[in-house]
């Protein structure tokens, strides 16, 4: 009923898949080291929208990691915020954000990411070393959050009031997660 021709297979050129498949694994690794920023754009002075930026961070439990924030270079990072778990379920983010002038003295661009990483090894979950982390894309639901908050702060500011607890971020923290005496 089938004819010789009809039921035989042609395998694909070895070069086409070698081709298919490189461009599918370089797809696939590149997901997760391109950040996706979130942005808003707002019409302060630097100083409030640092300290807000700050404060925002703080309560979403990303506290500055001094080593790598520097207010000079308009860029803040947080230390990791770890969620230990056994069986390959921990996980740690931090926060990303730069701030760019956009020309006016007093009109800023905010971009900002939270980086997410969980551990690759199974037995390692409540004792990962930093070679057990793997990057795991963004936690977008918390970064919606943190958007929508600094885009209330510009109301805020435009309404007369100020946001509470500005000062708190001006505080140095000790590396250990202490606060100051």
């Not at 500055?64 to 230390?79: A, H, I, K, M, Q």
């Not at 905010?110 to 930093?130: D, P, S, T, W």
């Not at 936690?139 to 309404?159: H, K, M, Y």
Request: charged residues 25%; hydrophobic residues 35%; proline residues 6%.
């Amino acid at each position: 009923m089938y004819s010789r021709r009809m039921v035989e297979h042609r395998p694909s050129s070895p070069l086409i898949k070698a081709a298919a498949s490189s461009f599918f694994l370089l797809l696939l690794a590149s997901c997760g080291l391109t950040a996706s920023w979130q942005s808003v754009e707002k019409n302060l002075p630097f100083e409030d929208l640092w300290l807000e930026m700050g404060r925002l961070a703080g309560l979403h439990g990303f506290p500055p990691d001094l080593g790598e924030t520097d207010r000079g270079n308009r860029v803040y990072v947080s230390r990791w915020r770890e969620y230990p778990a056994p069986f390959r379920f921990g996980r740690r983010s931090r926060l990303h954000a730069k701030f760019s002038n956009l020309g006016e003295r007093d009109q800023w661009l905010l971009e900002f990411y939270i980086e997410q990483q969980v551990i690759g090894n199974l037995g390692r979950g409540f004792e990962a070393k930093e070679t057990d982390w793997k990057p795991s894309g963004q936690d977008v639901q918390r970064e919606e959050v943190l958007l929508s908050q600094l885009r209330l702060f510009r109301e805020q500011q435009s309404s007369g009031r100020r946001s509470a607890g500005l000062a708190i971020v001006n505080r140095q923290f000790d590396p250990a997660g202490e606060a100051p005496r």
